[in-house]
T-cell receptor
Framework: DAGVTQSPTHLIKTRGQQVTLRCSPK?????VSWYQQALGQGPQFIFQ???????QRGNFPDRFSGHQFPNYSSELNVNALLLGDSALYLC???FGRGVEQYFGPGTRLTVT | AQSVAQPEDQVNVAEGNPLTVKCTYS??????LFWYVQYPNRGLQFLLK??????LVKGSYGFEAEFNKSQTSFHLKKPSALVSDSALYFC???????????FGTGTQLKVEL
């Protein structure tokens, strides 16, 4: 049973560029949440997708957007990258409003 | 507003000794509380959760946590620490109505021989 997978593992981008990160949820899960973990910080909630719609959103600017596909996989898009966007981006999946979230290994984004 | 606090940036303990990693919470309503562990360059691994019921929750790898409503605390404990327990530990929580997790800032646990 595959857990949560994320791609790519690492990514280096330049300021002003756009990036897309991908996440496949654990088998049987239909809800995907995205978190940003800056160096030395706890993860911060970005948004959550369920039934292909954004269900909840954290305190992140509109440069951060997402999408969920019919197979429940999800993408996180960040436009106009800033140096401060450098972080580990974590995807978590759950079933419905299930309390237990399973995290993927993350994508390390470096903006130069 | 809800928040989770981990007052210690680092905890050092000798192998074989008991360990405690502290967490306090401030949430409206009935809290759902979690502990996760993160090894270097890895994602978060679930250790245990408190939803309701028994205040002492048992989790993975011999860890347990005690929910204390009067002190608004959810401390992580283990009777006998192992060197392999050395990692970054996060306390997290949310209240009913949405499972948006709010995390603490993390506590680095170092277990020494």
């Amino acid at each position: 049973d595959a857990g949560v997978t994320q791609s790519p593992t690492h990514l280096i981008k330049t300021r002003g560029q756009q990036v897309t990160l991908r996440c496949s949820p654990k088998s049987g899960h239909d809800t995907v949440s995205w978190y940003q973990q800056a160096l030395g910080q706890g993860p911060q909630f970005i948004f959550q997708y369920y039934e292909e719609e954004e269900r909840q959103r954290g305190n992140f600017p509109d440069r951060f957007s997402g999408h969920q596909f019919p197979n429940y996989s999800s993408e996180l898009n960040v436009n106009a990258l800033l140096l401060g966007d450098s972080a580990l981006y974590l995807c978590a999946s759950s079933f419905g409003r299930g309390v237990e979230q399973y995290f993927g290994p993350g994508t390390r984004l470096t903006v130069t | 507003a809800q928040s989770v606090a981990q007052p210690e940036d680092q905890v050092n303990v000798a192998e074989g000794n008991p360990l405690t990693v502290k967490c306090t919470y401030s949430v409206s309503g009935n809290p759902y509380l979690f502990w996760y562990v993160q090894y270097p360059n890895r994602g978060l691994q679930f250790l245990l959760k408190y939803i309701t019921g028994d205040n002492l929750v048992k989790g993975s790898y011999g860890f347990e946590a005690e929910f204390n409503k009067s002190q608004t605390s959810f401390h992580l404990k283990k009777p006998s620490a192992l060197v392999s327990d050395s990692a970054l530990y996060f306390c997290a929580g949310f209240t009913g109505g949405g499972n948006k997790l709010t995390f603490g800032t993390g506590t680095q646990l170092k277990v020494e021989l």
